[in-house]
């Protein structure tokens, strides 16, 4: 059974193990122990606040087998985007140009640099130890994040957005980046990322990227045709967000034209098909009919599993094997969501 729960300092080992195994160029986990520790550190306190509204608070989950007590995934929620300063992506823009002289009118398209997705919730760091042959596990892992949400919804916004890493090659180059970027920041894309750790908020973003409208058509092609496309490492994120309800939105990162998902958390399957209830023992020999849901406690004690056991849409109770209990830390009569998967 794998069980999702909130960052430990005992983790940063594992989390050290598991960052040294990432994809170039995908920086939004530390990779030094050291900011790997501040992160926990910071995710700890995170937890413990008192909150009354969305600030600078960072969620940081890991993923365990339970059978091994090893941690093998990873991902992050940030309560508002942009918390240490704004944050920028590019806006797909349309701009019309005319002249009356001649006659014409069409229509351009345009990057512009803008800070609309400050100060909502930002799903990232969403990362598995093994990707490749990854189950229901990831699904999980995916969504934990969001249920917490759900048991907490004062610590987070109304819109949630996902930037997704974009297409590099196999030195860990950007085409758009190249086209883009490099020519303000003078440096390749993985010393830039390095030098911003991952961030899309730091003055120096705002000081070098361009604060006029570039014009797509001027850009290489291969630039062109990287813009909204993801990493091959991306795609099960992608297949996973898409499935809750997030959309490919009118932005696109700033460092390789990454597409940014985005929802409003009522259109997510995490907030509007989840159910509270309460729970109850099920039956030994209950195999008929099961429905398989992930299921989260109170955001205290937060932990999330997946489990198959009867279907609770007519039922204010969610009947769940005693091994399943026993990984949330719930007995009868307690009160869990889920959701089904």
């Not at 991306?234 to 990454?258: K, N, R």
Request: proline share 5%; aromatic share 8%; net charge negative.
């Amino acid at each position: 059974m794998y069980v999702v729960r909130p960052v430990e300092l005992a983790d940063v080992d594992a989390l050290e193990t598991l960052a040294a195994v990432m994809t170039p160029g995908v920086h939004t986990l530390p990779r030094t122990r050291e900011t790997i520790a501040a992160f926990i550190e910071r995710s700890i306190a995170s937890f413990a606040a008192q909150v009354d509204i969305p600030s600078e608070e960072s969620y940081l989950f890991v993923l365990e087998d339970s059978a091994s007590g090893e941690v093998v995934g990873t991902a992050a929620v940030h309560a508002s985007a942009g918390s240490n300063g704004t944050y920028f992506a590019f806006r797909n823009d349309v701009i019309a140009q005319v002249s009356r002289d001649l006659n014409i009118s069409h229509s351009v398209h345009a990057l512009t640099l803008c800070s609309e997705l400050t100060a909502c919730s930002q799903l990232a760091g969403f990362h598995l130890r093994d990707r490749e042959r990854a189950g229901i596990e990831a699904a999980l892992l995916s969504r934990a994040r969001l249920l917490f949400a759900v048991l907490a919804p004062h610590r987070f916004g109304d819109r949630f957005f996902v930037p997704l890493a974009g297409v590099t090659d196999g030195d860990g180059q950007s085409p758009f980046w190249n086209a883009l970027g490099r020519k303000f920041f003078k440096m390749d894309f993985l010393d830039a990322e390095r030098v911003i750790g991952g961030s899309r908020n730091r003055t120096m973003i705002v000081e070098l990227m361009p604060h006029y409208p570039v014009y797509v058509p001027l850009l290489p092609g291969d630039a062109q045709a990287a813009m909204g496309q993801i990493h091959p490492s991306g795609q099960l994120a992608f297949d996973l967000l898409t499935a809750e309800g997030f959309e490919a939105d009118e932005y696109v990162d700033i460092f390789d034209g990454g597409p940014i998902l985005a929802a409003h958390k009522m259109s997510l399957r995490s907030f509007c098909g989840s159910q509270h209830r309460r729970v109850e023992t099920a039956e030994a020999d209950a195999h008929d009919n099961l429905v398989t849901y992930a299921v989260a406690t109170n955001a205290e004690r937060f932990r999330a599993i997946t489990v198959a056991c009867p279907p609770c849409d007519t039922s204010d109770a969610l009947c769940l094997p005693l091994a399943a209990q026993g990984a949330l830390g719930v007995q009868p009569g307690d009160s869990v969501v889920c959701v089904r998967i």
